[in-house]
């Protein structure tokens, strides 16, 4: 966990945040939850293609989708392997 929020803080300072199992551990036991073995870290979509909802009308999704993938893509390799990494939307 401090390597990924290392690596995240090093890359453009991107705001996230913990989500799922992660953030349940946190708040129900103030910790990591012993029997999960990942962690569940959210990003914005807006903060990861910088943009505002007002760009949104001048740059096509096709355009914005792109940009968030490779925006993405930039944070893997900096973090480690993409394959060891699942990402949802």
Do not use: Y
């Amino acid at each position: 966990f401090k390597e990924v929020r290392q690596a995240l803080d090093a890359s453009g300072r991107i705001p996230w945040f913990i989500c799922c199992g992660t953030a349940l551990g946190a708040l129900r036991e103030r910790r990591f939850i012993a029997h999960d073995n990942d962690i569940d870290i959210g990003i914005l979509f807006n903060d990861l293609v910088g943009a505002s909802r007002d760009d949104f009308t001048a740059t096509s999704n096709a355009e914005l989708i792109s940009s968030a993938q490779g925006r993405m893509m930039d944070l893997l390799s900096v973090i480690g392997s993409e394959t060891s990494l699942i990402c949802f939307d």
